[in-house]
């Protein structure tokens, strides 16, 4: 986030300046390259008096803190709120998937809020197994089930619908070449490669379907058709094989499979308008070929 205010900030002040002429300006005479370069000097210490004076001034006011970190506070703030509730677990859910979808990589942002919610919660129940306890429900697990079927997001089914339903040749390659990572729950080549990121018609089931998975293993741990997760997994593990070594719950599988098959239903209306566009797309450009051809 950083980086993309830098990004934004740091062209409008150059751009500004160079309209209103706030530049070093070099005679006729003398060469593009170094006209340019003279031209450049003003912006780029306007563009340093911000971010590096700013820095500067935020260091004077706490030591600790830097812009990155102002930022992620300020991102954090609406995310610390009840993370351990219902609610709070579906804001987070909420928000991991949406700046996936901008690009951004969604569980890094809220990692330091919910990692140390998340630890005491796994911590908490594995003391309970270890006692012979029931275990208790802890709303922030939810957050990992976003990513039960390949990957975040839960992209898995859309892949294989792409990969054995679609009618466009890109979405039928697509789904053949990410069908495998997302087996071994690997979201990033549906993401960045269907593309899901800055594609409206594919983030909302992303989003949606997501928030979907979490309520249903709320509403499955309420039931008690599943156990609780007490059993912190680290590293990707394929699908069937991450939940189970979770909670060593065969329910879960079960749970597994129905979630698969909620997800595609949640995303064939989505994939279906996708496909269209990108067929009709690859029957223009089909037909606009075979018209040069017979020119």
């Known amino acids: 986030f950083t980086a993309i205010i830098v990004a934004l900030v740091s062209v409008e002040v150059t751009r500004f300046c160079q309209t209103k002429g706030i530049t070093i300006k070099m005679p006729d005479g003398v060469p593009p390259f170094l006209s340019e370069t003279f031209g450049a000097i003003v912006p780029m210490l306007v563009n340093i008096l911000i971010f590096f004076g700013g820095n500067l001034l935020i260091q004077m006011i706490d030591p600790t803190l830097s812009i990155p970190s102002v930022i ?52 908490a129940n594995a003391s309970l197994y270890a006692a012979g306890q029931p275990l208790e429900f802890h709303p922030v697990l939810m957050s990992m089930v976003i990513n039960l079927i390949g990957g975040t997001g839960n992209t898995f089914s859309f892949v294989a619908l792409c990969a054995f339903k679609a009618k466009s040749q890109q979405l039928k390659a697509f789904g053949k070449a990410s069908i495998v990572p997302s087996f ?33 293993y709320w509403g499955a741990i309420s039931l008690g058709l599943v156990s609780n997760f007490y059993i912190l997994v680290s590293g990707t ?18 749970f597994t499979i129905v979630l698969i098959v909620v997800m595609a239903v949640v995303w064939y209306p989505f994939f279906k308008v996708y496909d269209n566009q990108l067929l009709a797309q690859e029957q223009e450009n089909a037909a606009a070929a075979s018209a040069k051809d017979t020119e």
């Open 72 to 123: 992620e506070k300020l991102l954090a703030a609406p995310l610390s709120v009840a993370v351990d509730s219902v609610p709070g677990a579906l804001l987070i859910c909420f928000m991991t998937l949406l700046f996936w979808c901008f690009g951004v990589h969604g569980n890094m942002i809220v990692m330091p809020i919910t990692a140390p919610v998340t630890l005491a919660a796994f911590a």
């Open 237 to 254: 593990f394929p699908i069937f094989v991450q939940g189970f070594i979770q909670c060593l719950d065969p329910r879960i599988w079960v």
């Open 184 to 216: 071994f729950r690997i979201s990033e080549p549906a993401i960045f490669g269907a593309p899901i990121i800055f594609n409206p018609i594919l983030m909302i089931p992303f989003v949606l379907g997501g928030m979907i998975s979490a309520l249903l």
